[in-house]
């Protein structure tokens, strides 16, 4: 029987290496080759391939082990505060981290809440009167300021920046003296309005340089699309420049207000009277005179700074985008 099969027949199915599990032939100038296997998704490896990849190692393993001693460094002074509003003093005393006797009560916060000295009721509100103006404010301002830093060329752009900068590095207490002849001369001292204006102007150095970072980093082509289409500079402001600036704009009022909500000297110097006290102003005359009530002072400070732990915790999302954007740009 003549075999008709041809050896030599370069296409021969017999001559061909077996495929690959997986893998599709190709064929490239008449050779057939194989692409390797693709690799499986994590999800549809093992459990110790998944559990090899999840770990952290080498130099991301030291990463993280540094973030989590810097996190644990902040996060142990907040636990013993917390802890120590709601334990008495007497075994406040003993030591926060004394677990021998743990007696959970709310009678500090009670007692800070109506404190005859200074109702931290009171100093809250007093605290939001100042910081919720001053945070819209220099947020639109310097916004408005910010703007034609990142998309005008004018005379003395860079010596008018480099101005800002100046007075942002200057210490606080370089302009209370001047601050406080005028708003003696004007009658707005000891008064919401008197300290509002301070921290918007002690504010518009950081947040104009902060928002002409991240304005640069926007596509001009959509203003120019806009420019094209008949707008106009108000209406590309409003309705291009504002809404794409959302995270830089929340990154901005989450820092204005933490720093305005806790501060502590522009009040001290500005504000005289008790019913017009904030509420870091508050917190030092819960110490007493004899004795620190230190669970009075921990109920009060913590009542101080749970509004802008609440707020960055809302706002975190956007706040990380604004931060990401304005350092990257």
Known sequence: ???????????????????????????????????????????????????????????????YVVAIGVALLWLVPLVGLFMASVRPLDQIIQGWWNFETFTVTFENYARAWTFQSGPMRQ?????????????LAVTLLGTM????????????????????????????????????????????????????LVHIGWGMGWVVMFLRNFLLGLPEELEEAARIDGASR?????????????????SVAVIQFTWVWN??????????????QLAPQVLPLMKG???IDWGLVAAGSVLTMIVPIVLFV????????????????
Not at 123 to 135: D, E, G, K
Not at 150 to 177: C, G, H, Q, S
């Open 1 to 63: 029987m003549t075999d008709t099969h041809n050896s030599d027949d370069p296409t021969d199915a017999g001559d061909e290496p077996e495929s690959a599990a997986g893998s599709d032939p190709k064929t490239d100038g008449g050779r057939v080759y194989h692409e390797p296997p693709e690799t499986a998704p994590i999800a549809d490896r093992p459990l110790p391939e998944r559990v090899r990849a999840a770990v952290p190692s080498g130099p991301r393993a030291l990463r």
């Open 123 to 135: 100093a809250m509100l007093n605290t939001a009167i100042v910081t919720v103006p001053s945070v």
């Open 145 to 196: 300021v910010a703007y034609p830093f990142a998309r005008f060329d004018f005379p003395l752009k860079k010596w008018l920046f480099f101005l800002l900068i100046v007075v942002m590095a200057a210490p606080p207490e370089l302009v209370a003296m001047g601050n406080y002849n005028t708003l003696r001369t004007t009658g707005l001292f000891d008064t919401y309005m008197g300290l509002i």
């Open 234 to 250: 108000y209406q590309i402001f409003k309705s291009i420049v504002l809404p794409y600036s959302a995270p830089a704009l929340v």
């Open 263 to 276: 501060s502590f000297f522009f009040p001290l110097v500005f504000m005289r009277s008790r019913e017009n």
């Open 289 to 291: 005179r004899l004795q």
């Open 314 to 329: 809302t706002l975190q999302r956007y706040y990380k985008q604004g931060m990401v954007a304005a350092v990257a740009d």
